[in-house]
């Protein structure tokens, strides 16, 4: 289980390495992703609270990258946070998400990014449930679910 602790060491000390890299160019991302994907994801931006499909989303499955279909989070962990954002509280895997010391907007927070491909997904914060106290604060435009059957 990843804690905060986890967290800042790896926003400070490096990220784990992924299963696999996916890297294309400004403009092949333009042509694959919806102009709001691409702002989110390729320009790290941030949808507006309770906008967001994925927000209300109770389906079972797992949440993938939007950009390169990387498995990033179950819908097991996935709570309310009443935030208006989906909320998550681990990673499907250690080495699925990438973390930076985001220091923009006058704040010190950490961001998250696909590690596969570097998409912006959002930003993790300490203020999550138990046992992990992780909430995983992310656009539903830099994902999609992938229900099960």
Not at 17 to 24: A, L
Not at 41 to 48: F, N, Q, W
Not at 75 to 91: C, D, L, N, V
Request: glycine share 6%.
């Amino acid at each position: 289980m990843i804690t905060w602790k986890d967290v800042i060491h790896f926003s400070v000390s490096g990220n784990p390495k992924p299963d696999t890299r996916v890297e294309k160019t400004e403009k092949e991302w333009n042509e694959i992703l919806t102009p709001e994907q691409f702002r989110i994801t390729r320009k790290k931006g941030t949808e507006a609270a309770h906008s967001g499909a994925l927000c209300s989303a109770h389906d079972a499955g797992k949440y993938e990258c939007i950009c390169c279909s990387t498995p990033l989070f179950d819908s097991t962990i996935k709570f309310e946070s009443g935030t208006g954002w989906p909320s998550f509280t681990q990673p499907i895997k250690e080495n699925a998400i990438k973390y930076f010391k985001d220091s923009s907007f006058g704040m010190i927070r950490v961001e998250v990014l696909c590690n596969t491909c570097d998409a912006h997904l959002g930003h993790v914060f300490p203020d999550g449930p138990e046992p992990s106290g992780l909430r995983y604060c992310i656009n539903s435009e830099s994902m999609k679910i992938k229900t099960e059957e």
